[in-house]
């Protein structure tokens, strides 16, 4: 597990069948009556709630067990719809652990949580740059297998900058692996460690992807890659 730091702290919990990684983007849409009330007060208050994979249940109906680790959300977008319902856009922001799960106090979850500190690592750029260029082959595969159109964008620049904490949180939002999977990266230690099991799935996702096209050509279907 990461480094948590600080004093517990109370944080409403939203658990879904999606990770919400550090800085990333995600559209939600609100429509259960107890996260109607979690998103007004969010927005009222201008605080925070705590997105986490959902380890047993459903995301509707009775409370769902979340996995322990999560991420903290912050609404950037809201817009309401005529029924009560909404659409928002989180950004994500610091990881936590929970230490307590409250389930008898507000329509939602609520947990005591600790915040993770994830201290800067200095030696790891030449490996952020080296899982971001595997990640742009990734990219460009998975284009060619979907028979996606192919954007001429600058994927290594973007997904290469910054901190490589920041490289492998934005790597592990791209790929198109199993939750299990994402929250495995979620919960990682280190961008180190991180970036060390990306270039792992990313190896074995290529060589998938390899295959596929290979098999796809053999049927005539293939796309020619330049």
Same mark, same amino acid.
């Given at each position: 597990? =990461?480094?948590?730091a600080? @004093? &517990?702290?109370l944080?409403p919990?939203f658990p879904?069948?999606?990770?919400?990684?550090?800085?990333?983007?995600?559209?939600?849409?609100?429509?259960e009556?107890?996260?109607?009330?979690?998103?007004?007060?969010?927005? &009222?208050?201008g605080t925070?709630f705590?997105?986490?994979?959902?380890?047993?249940?459903?995301?509707?109906g009775p409370?769902?067990? =979340?996995?322990?680790?999560?991420t903290?959300?912050?609404i950037?977008?809201?817009?309401?719809?005529?029924?009560?319902?909404?659409?928002?856009?989180?950004?994500?922001?610091?990881?936590?652990?929970?230490? %307590?799960?409250?389930?008898?106090?507000?329509?939602?979850?609520?947990?005591?949580?600790?915040?993770?500190?994830? %201290?800067p690592?200095?030696g790891q750029? @030449?490996? %952020?740059?080296?899982?971001?260029?595997?990640?742009?082959?990734y990219?460009?595969?998975?284009? %060619?297998?979907?028979?996606?159109?192919?954007?001429?964008?600058?994927i290594?620049?973007?997904?290469?900058?910054?901190?490589?904490?920041?490289?492998?949180?934005?790597?592990?939002?791209?790929?198109?692996v199993?939750?299990?999977?994402?929250?495995?990266?979620l919960?990682?230690a @280190?961008?180190?460690?991180?970036?060390?099991r990306?270039?792992?799935?990313?190896s074995? &996702?290529?060589?998938?992807?390899?295959?596929?096209?290979?098999?796809?050509?053999?049927?005539?279907?293939? =796309?020619?890659?330049?």
């Amino acid at each position: 597990m =990461p480094t948590r730091a600080g @004093t &517990e702290a109370l944080l409403p919990l939203f658990p879904l069948n999606n990770v919400l990684f550090p800085e990333m983007l995600m559209p939600l849409h609100i429509f259960e009556p107890r996260y109607r009330l979690l998103v007004r007060r969010s927005l &009222e208050r201008g605080t925070p709630f705590g997105i986490v994979l959902i380890q047993e249940g459903e995301d509707v109906g009775p409370a769902a067990v =979340p996995h322990r680790v999560g991420t903290v959300a912050r609404i950037v977008a809201h817009a309401p719809l005529a029924d009560g319902r909404s659409l928002i856009t989180v950004k994500g922001g610091p990881r936590f652990e929970i230490d %307590a799960v409250i389930d008898d106090e507000e329509p939602y979850l609520i947990g005591r949580v600790r915040y993770f500190s994830d %201290a800067p690592e200095e030696g790891q750029r @030449t490996l %952020a740059q080296t899982v971001a260029e595997a990640y742009a082959d990734y990219v460009v595969g998975v284009v %060619a297998a979907t028979g996606g159109v192919r954007r001429e964008v600058p994927i290594v620049d973007e997904i290469g900058s910054g901190s490589p904490c920041d490289v492998s949180f934005r790597i592990a939002a791209g790929l198109a692996v199993d939750d299990d999977e994402r929250q495995m990266l979620l919960e990682t230690a @280190t961008a180190r460690e991180r970036l060390v099991r990306e270039r792992e799935i990313l190896s074995r &996702e290529c060589a998938l992807l390899s295959e596929m096209l290979v098999r796809m050509r053999a049927r005539g279907e293939g =796309p020619t890659l330049h």
